[in-house]
Nanobody, 126 residues
Framework: QVQLVESGGGLVQVGGSLRLSCAAS????????MGWFRQAPGKEREFVAG????????NYADSVKGRFTISRDNAKNTVYLQMNSLKPEDTAVYYC???????????????????WGQGTQVTVSS
């Protein structure tokens, strides 16, 4: 069982930056693929970024490549999402998720993730 708590969301102007954090409970955090998803009003939840359990492999949605960076600190049971050059279309609730232990694939579909945080709101104003 893994419990996830996101933080770091807020209101930022276009072109600004935010860093989201996701703190995980449990001693097996370092075995899970971790992902960030987002959901805007009236839209489906979409994949943003993912990182393998070792941190050696990452995956990004095309819409955020070159602007967002996912990382993890297994010693702190935390995964991060650094978001730069933010755009109004990045406005959404951002969710942290934990996938299957020791998965060799950083999946992009929500169904591949078993544990979810409560979400943190990111609003980019123009």
């Amino acid at each position: 069982q893994v419990q996830l708590v996101e933080s770091g969301g807020g209101l930022v102007q276009v072109g600004g930056s935010l860093r989201l954090s996701c703190a995980a409970s449990g001693r097996t955090f370092n075995t899970y693929v971790m992902g960030w998803f987002r959901q805007a009003p009236g839209k489906e939840r979409e994949f943003v970024a993912g990182i393998s359990w070792s941190g050696g492999s990452t995956n990004y949605a095309d819409s955020v490549k070159g602007r967002f960076t996912i990382s993890r600190d297994n010693a702190k049971n935390t995964v991060y999402l650094q978001m730069n050059s933010l755009k109004p279309e990045d406005t959404a609730v951002y969710y942290c998720a934990a996938g299957r232990p020791f998965s060799k694939v950083v999946n992009t579909t929500p169904g591949a993730y078993d544990y979810w945080g409560q979400g943190t709101q990111v609003t980019v104003s123009s």
